[in-house]
């Protein structure tokens, strides 16, 4: 089984400040970690994904997340946002072995101001 | 590219009204999907399919029936729609196995019962 914690339901931040939405994961097995952002009534669209290897992984629109196995989390960083970064961001893991299915956090929604 | 492509976009029924949801993917992912976003409370799977003729229940599957007869098609249908299917529904799709691991979503259905 796995879950997986985002901390923050919701995140305000001013333009061209930066910004950090965090992300824990529990699971028994190893594990591959993903961020989607959803823009305003639209679909999920993949940020970044960690699957091997180092653990910063970048993703698009500037921004990064690292992989901490001994923490096991995954947070996402951009050093600085912009307007049009508002939107809801979604964590989400999923088991290396046979399972295909992922688990999804509940969702931050970062909130730029200008 | 069309992606993965839902229909309708928008739809209100009354309570006790069948209707199916449509999602078609032309990227010959073996995997699909369907979920549902209500507020607050993140992605929750329905059912799900890892192939042709093979589909098995999420986390919330009661009152949704899907069928999987080609790769392309995933249709969600519900039975007898109830206020408390009032959500935002999501498709999406990906391969089994690979570099990538992530998923393709639709735009999503918002349907309303009343």
């Known amino acids: 089984a796995q879950s997986v914690t985002q901390l923050d339901s919701q995140v305000p931040v001013f333009e061209e400040a930066p910004v950090e939405l965090r992300c824990n994961y529990s699971s028994s097995v190893s594990v591959y970690l993903f961020w989607y952002v959803q823009y305003p009534n639209q679909g999920l669209q993949l940020l970044l994904k960690y699957l091997s290897g180092s653990t910063l992984v970048k993703g698009i629109n500037g921004f990064e997340a690292e992989f901490n196995k001994s923490q096991t989390s995954f947070h996402l960083r951009k050093p600085s946002v912009h307007i049009s970064d508002t939107a809801e961001y979604f964590c989400?893991?999923?088991?290396?072995?046979?399972?295909?299915?992922?688990?999804f956090g509940r969702g931050t929604s970062l909130i730029v101001h200008p | 590219n069309a992606g993965v492509t839902q229909t309708p976009k928008f739809q209100v029924l009354k309570t006790g009204q069948s209707m199916t949801l449509q999602c078609a993917q032309d990227m010959n992912h073996e995997y699909m999907s369907w979920y549902r976003q209500d507020p607050g409370m993140g992605l929750r799977l329905i059912h799900y399919?890892?192939?042709?003729?093979?589909?098995d229940q999420g986390e919330v599957p009661n009152g949704y029936n899907v069928s999987r007869s080609t790769t392309e098609d995933f249709p969600l249908r519900l039975l007898s729609a109830a206020p408390s299917q009032t959500s935002v529904y999501f498709c999406?799709?990906?391969?089994?196995?690979?570099?990538?691991?992530?998923?393709?979503f639709g735009s999503g259905t918002r349907l309303t019962v009343v």
């Open positions: 999406a799709s990906s391969f089994q196995g690979g570099a990538n691991y992530g998923y393709t």
């Open positions: 399919s890892v192939g042709a003729g093979i589909t």
């Open positions: 989400a893991v999923r088991g290396s072995g046979g399972s295909y299915i992922p688990t």
